[in-house]
Antibody, heavy 121, light 106 residues
């Protein structure tokens, strides 16, 4: 079964740091680009970051650029999001997602259940 | 960055109704447009990719169309399980989502 399981969420004070992990199973992790998406309470989906299969291409949303860092370890089938200088507005459920590439188009076809990050004093 | 704008933001409809949701991109994205459905407390689910390709297992009452900057998601005959929030997403240049359309029961 194809599965993504996030971990590492929790309560952190403003200005603090947190590292999210995503464990992938049931597919060849090293063949897929991966994405982090977040959803603040009662709000819509916000794309956070993208990393290609070989880590050669990385993108960030402007809202997290310079504070968040995406990485992956293909040997461990794992995706990471290092979040520094956290702000109250970073409070959200963070989803790990697989970016499928098929017939020249990209789309997210597998999502984790999400991990909750709360930034509060 | 490419901005995605959905309309309407919310919509009330009845079982059996035909419903259309619109998504507009701030620049041309060719057919690099996907649609997702999200129910409360759950991860999103892919419905349509490449603007008009129905994802495997998704009922045929869902359809997508459009190209360039203007796209639509149509549900031909609403079923009780279709009441949810719908998002468009572009994959032409990095990634971005529309703000969502909440479909509610009238």
């Amino acid at each position: 079964e194809v599965q993504l399981v996030e971990s590492g969420g929790g309560l952190v004070q403003p200005g603090g740091s947190l590292r999210l992990s995503c464990a992938a199973s049931g597919f060849t992790f090293s063949s897929y680009s991966m994405i982090w998406v977040r959803q603040a309470p009662g709000k819509g989906l916000e794309w956070v970051s993208y990393i290609s299969s070989s880590s050669s291409t990385i993108y960030y949303a402007d809202s997290v650029k310079g504070r968040f860092s995406i990485s992956r370890d293909n040997a461990k089938n794992s995706l990471y999001l290092q979040m520094n200088s956290l702000r109250v507005e970073d409070t959200a459920v963070y989803y790990c997602a697989r970016d499928q590439y098929y017939r020249y188009y990209y789309y997210i076809d597998v999502w984790g259940k999400g991990t909750t990050v709360t930034v509060s004093s | 960055d490419i901005q995605m704008t959905q309309s309407p933001s919310s919509l009330s409809a009845s079982v059996g109704d035909r419903v259309t949701i619109t998504c507009r991109a701030s620049q041309s994205i060719s057919n690099n447009l996907n649609w997702y459905q999200q129910k409360a407390g759950k991860a999103p689910k892919l419905l349509i990719h490449a603007a008009s390709s129905l994802q495997s297992g998704v009922p045929s009452r869902f359809s997508g169309s459009g190209s360039g900057t203007d796209f639509t998601l149509t549900i031909s005959s609403l079923q009780p399980e279709d009441f949810a929030t719908y998002y468009c997403q572009q994959s032409y240049s990095s990634r971005s989502f529309g703000q969502g359309t909440k479909l509610e029961i009238k």
